[in-house]
């Protein structure tokens, strides 16, 4: 396929979303603020993690007035459960900065959105398009897969000549048709037809065109780049309680787990014995002395590229 019949698939992929596009709260009122809430939210998180969350957060932050006015301490409250703290803190400082420099309203230019603290390429077309109207492409994810199957990008979709080519070909498509539309269709197509894997191709109303499709290499385009090897990570964690409560710490900044809070713990480093690298920490971060009892039991759960290993003490 070449970009000369964009128009027709762009024709053909506003039909499909009509008739397929999921009903999510952020496309039922749409107004700059509640596109950058969504927008935000679901970097790096499923949406279905993203949907009892969002109505709560925007009833307490209708607007950035309201979150410029709260503390940091409040805002991840409400954040809490959808991970990558950094992107709430990201969104609190940019709406201090829409209330500092913009007088409360989310500006319509890329580049006043590009100077807001978080927002990069992505974001700021996502806002300019679907809350504003204007012509502006999106890149993400899904984005990304699209037309890498339908025009058989091989290389990296990450850099270099490749992503010059996707930004080419989501600046032409979002020309042909109305931006909000045209650039919510490709995310959802991506989302839910041309998955990252087991893509349901009898479905896509752009598989005639899609040259993946027809030489048999939709599993392989994409290219992916080779996965991050994990990091082992060793916790020890003190469940202290009294009277009914468990004791919580923030994290010291800068470290692992920085600024979130949970129950006291420390990194343990090999050959070191976790219940006295937990005493030592808790003292030298909190100021806490810790009882350290009888171990019950260990956890593990993987977080991006660490892979958590936490024994956990019973401790006063």
Not at 65 to 88: K, P
Request: glycine share 8%; aromatic share 6%.
């Amino acid at each position: 396929m070449s970009e000369a019949e964009l128009p027709s698939l762009v024709e053909r992929l506003l039909e499909w979303y009509a008739a397929h596009r999921r009903d999510l709260p952020w496309r039922r009122e749409v107004s700059p603020w509640r596109v950058l809430v969504a927008e935000t939210m679901l970097q790096q998180t499923r949406v279905a993690a993203v949907l009892p969350r969002y109505e709560a957060f925007l009833e307490r932050f209708p607007d950035p007035e309201a979150m410029a006015a709260a503390g940091e301490d409040e805002v991840l409250a409400l954040w809490s459960g959808l991970g990558y703290y950094r992107r709430a803190r990201s969104l609190h400082a940019a709406a201090r900065a829409v209330v500092s420099r913009h007088g409360g309203r989310l500006p319509a230019d890329r580049e006043a959105l590009l100077a807001l603290p978080g927002i990069g390429a992505y974001t700021a077309g996502a806002v300019l398009s679907i809350a504003f109207g204007l012509p502006e492409p999106v890149v993400e994810g899904n984005v990304e897969r699209v037309f890498a199957r339908v025009f058989l990008l091989r290389g990296d979709v990450k850099r270099g000549a490749v992503r010059k080519r996707l930004w080419e070909l989501a600046r032409a498509a979002v020309a042909g048709g109305p931006p909000d539309r045209v650039n919510q269709a490709l995310m959802e197509l991506g989302a839910l037809v041309c998955r990252p894997r087991g893509a349901r191709c009898g479905e896509c109303p752009l598989a005639v065109d899609c040259r993946a499709f027809r030489e048999g290499r939709v599993a392989e385009v994409p290219r992916r780049p080779p996965r991050r090897k994990p990091v082992p990570v060793t916790l020890a964690v003190a469940l202290a309680r009294r009277h009914g409560r468990v004791l919580l710490v923030r994290a010291p900044s800068g470290g692992f787990l920085a600024g979130t809070w949970g129950p006291p713990f420390a990194v343990a480093e090999a050959g070191a014995r976790p219940a006295d690298a937990l005493r030592a920490a808790v003292r030298r971060s909190h100021g806490l002395r810790l009882r350290v009892g009888e171990p019950l039991g260990t956890v593990r759960h993987t977080i991006t590229h660490h892979r958590i290993s936490a024994r956990c003490f019973r401790a006063s």
